[in-house]
């Protein structure tokens, strides 16, 4: 199953991040990455680290998380989503593999981000709705908060949509391709694309657009939030069931690399 040469293969995941305390490691504390490890070691034998694409919170999904893992195995492709998936927990499914170059990063090589916020925006509780939306009760505008989300289109220094409580980044300049705020009937959702994303800055803005939505925030007040240099200042953030990693987009497909390229 294993051979002495190590090639990289990259696998898209999907998750529900209903009782992950996020993607990435940590002690005592069940993550994606960690199940994903341990069943590479049960399909492989192999105890190696993988990489993932995009951090995700506790409580947050995926649809289209990208990893990937330097192996000896020489599974074809097929062989290994199905025997990881044979290893996951019925809340993890790899949706494909691909063998790729071993100098691609697939964190570094990303040029895209895409996240997804759904708010149900009922007054009263809907249990099934509610598992992977946030309720907000008081009706909202999303006219408004589509108007506010706009303003976010363009490079920017986002400090104050990133966490107060994580220190400071190294550079808080991102550049936001698409962001808007659409309504289908009780749903409310936040859609953005950018190339990178702050630590907790999607559901800090989502928690900015619903007081704009509200009327407690207007639209030109939300706009002021892109000149204050202090983290934090946006929110309060909201939680982590309503957020869906969608998709991470690179150059070209990932099916389209191939390990000698």
Same mark, same amino acid.
């Given at each position: ?52 694409? +995009? /951090?995700?919170?506790?409580? @947050? ?6 990893? *990937? #893992?330097? !192996? ?14 044979h290893y996951l927990p019925q ?37 099934l709705n509610e598992r992977f ?48 705020? +659409? /309504?289908?009937?009780?749903? @409310? ?6 190339? *990178? #994303?702050? !630590? ?13 939505g509200t009327g407690d925030l ?44």
């Open positions: 199953m294993t051979g002495e040469i190590k090639t990289k293969v990259a696998l898209i995941i999907e998750y529900d991040g209903t009782r992950f305390s996020g993607s990435q490691c940590q002690p005592r504390a069940a993550t994606v990455q960690s199940e994903v490890e341990s069943a590479i070691e049960k399909l492989t034998g192999e105890k190696l680290r993988v990489m993932l694409s +995009s /951090r995700t919170d506790t409580g @947050v999904s995926a649809l289209g998380q990208v990893a *990937s #893992f330097r !192996t000896g195995s020489t599974l074809a492709p097929e062989r290994i989503i199905g025997g990881l998936n809340d993890i499914a790899i949706k494909a593999a691909y063998r790729i170059p071993d100098d691609l990063d697939v964190r570094r090589a990303a040029v895209s981000r895409e996240y997804l916020y759904r708010i149900w925006n009922e007054p009263e509780r809907s249990p939306r946030h309720r907000v009760a008081p009706r909202l505008d999303e006219r408004a908060m589509d108007a506010a989300a706009r303003l976010l289109v363009g490079t920017h220094d986002l400090k104050a949509f990133g966490s107060a409580d994580k220190g400071p980044e190294r550079s808080a300049v991102r550049t936001v391709y698409e962001a808007s705020v +659409s /309504r289908n009937g009780a749903e @409310v959702t936040f859609r953005i694309v950018a190339n *990178s #994303f702050l !630590t907790h800055q999607v559901r800090n803005t989502v928690g900015a657009l619903i007081k704009v207007t639209v030109e007040e939300f706009k002021g939030l892109l000149l204050i240099n202090a983290p934090g200042k946006a929110g309060p953030a909201v939680p982590g069931k309503g957020l869906c990693l969608i998709k991470i987009n690179y150059r070209k497909d990932l099916g389209d690399y191939n390990e000698n390229t």
